[in-house]
């Protein structure tokens, strides 16, 4: 019979999975969430950056202000994703952090792809996921939200916490 032992030094041999689950989040819906609880279950420390799109309007919606996300880490940014990304590397216990991103459908895909590629451009070891969303998600955007709240839909509460 063989016995072992197995000793972890949380403070050497441990190494967090940090993601980063980047976007602007305007505002932020069930599809949002429904990514956000997939990465959970890859890392250890998921990192919600709300950031601000130049080309987007701002909104009305905080997502500081959601009861669903208040035991989770949200940092706000206004610069270049990977600016981000590396200054939060200076602060956590990771060798690296993984961008999560989240699709619907092909059509999000071809986007995310060509953002990947910039983001390879300035920073060729980033480390990037893709996660889809379930299927009664797929239909849910921002845009679309935003679209209807507009026009004052009260489907719009259908969609947000």
Same mark, same amino acid.
Do not use: W
């Given at each position: 019979?063989?016995?072992?032992?197995?000793?972890?030094?949380?403070? =050497?041999?441990?190494?967090? $999975? !940090?993601? &980063?689950?980047? +976007?602007?989040?305007?505002?932020?819906?069930?599809?949002? @969430?429904? /990514?956000?609880?997939?990465? =959970?279950?890859?890392?250890? $420390? !998921?990192? &919600?950056?709300? +950031?601000?799109?130049?080309?987007?309007?701002?909104?009305? @919606?905080? /997502?500081?202000?959601?009861?669903?996300?208040?035991?989770?880490?949200?940092?706000?940014?206004?610069?270049?994703?990977?600016?981000?990304?590396?200054?939060?590397?200076? /602060?956590?216990?990771?060798?690296?952090?993984?961008?999560?991103?989240?699709?619907?459908?092909?059509?999000?895909?071809?986007?995310?792809?060509?953002?990947?590629?910039?983001?390879?451009?300035?920073?060729?070891?980033?480390?990037?996921?893709?996660?889809?969303?379930?299927?009664?998600?797929?239909?849910?955007?921002?845009?679309?939200?935003?679209?209807?709240?507009?026009?004052?839909?009260?489907?719009?509460?259908?969609?947000?916490?």
């Amino acid at each position: 019979m063989v016995a072992f032992s197995l000793v972890i030094n949380l403070e =050497e041999d441990y190494n967090m $999975k !940090v993601a &980063i689950y980047a +976007g602007s989040f305007n505002p932020f819906h069930k599809g949002h @969430y429904n /990514i956000l609880c997939k990465a =959970e279950k890859i890392f250890d $420390k !998921v990192i &919600i950056a709300n +950031g601000v799109n130049p080309e987007k309007e701002i909104s009305e @919606y905080d /997502i500081r202000s959601l009861e669903i996300l208040k035991d989770r880490t949200i940092m706000e940014y206004d610069c270049l994703l990977t600016d981000f990304i590396v200054r939060i590397q200076t /602060i956590l216990p990771c060798d690296s952090i993984t961008l999560i991103r989240g699709l619907r459908n092909s059509v999000d895909l071809q986007y995310e792809m060509n953002q990947y590629r910039y983001l390879q451009d300035l920073m060729p070891e980033i480390n990037m996921v893709s996660i889809f969303c379930d299927k009664e998600f797929e239909h849910i955007s921002s845009s679309g939200i935003r679209t209807l709240s507009k026009f004052g839909s009260e489907k719009v509460s259908d969609y947000l916490f």
